[in-house]
């Protein structure tokens, strides 16, 4: 077996550890049709606990429904949890637009 030489070896290394070291997006909460508000039923849980003020409720037809503002979404997760409909869930930012 021919031995990789040293300085080839440390260059993949180091690519490979860049590569995984990037610090991967953190996930933003994303509403989906389980919401009680899509259903015309007052519930407004997850505005009440989250911490940033990232959800807001908007004008629809049927009623106000809950919004995420991704850029103050931390993805904490605190809303998933308070929903009482199961209706939120985390996912990557590009799967929340
Ligand atoms: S807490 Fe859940 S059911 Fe209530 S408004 Fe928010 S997403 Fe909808
Ligand atoms: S995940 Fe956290 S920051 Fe984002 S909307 Fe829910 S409670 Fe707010």
Redesign the pocket.
């Known amino acids: 077996m021919t031995d990789v030489p040293d300085l080839q070896r440390r260059h993949f290394l180091l690519g490979r550890f860049a590569e995984t070291s990037q610090p991967a997006e953190p996930?933003?909460?994303v509403i989906t049709q389980s919401c009680f508000a899509h259903r015309g039923v007052a519930c407004m849980s997850?505005r009440d606990?989250?911490?940033?003020?990232?959800?807001r409720f908007a004008l629809a037809l049927g009623g106000a429904r809950p919004r995420?503002?991704t850029d103050?979404?931390?993805?904490?997760?605190?809303?998933?949890q308070?929903c009482p409909a199961e209706a939120?869930r985390?996912a990557p930012l590009e799967a929340a637009s």
């Open positions: 996930p933003v909460a997850c606990v989250c911490p940033t003020g990232a959800v995420i503002n103050r979404c931390t993805g904490c997760g605190v809303c998933a308070a939120i985390l």
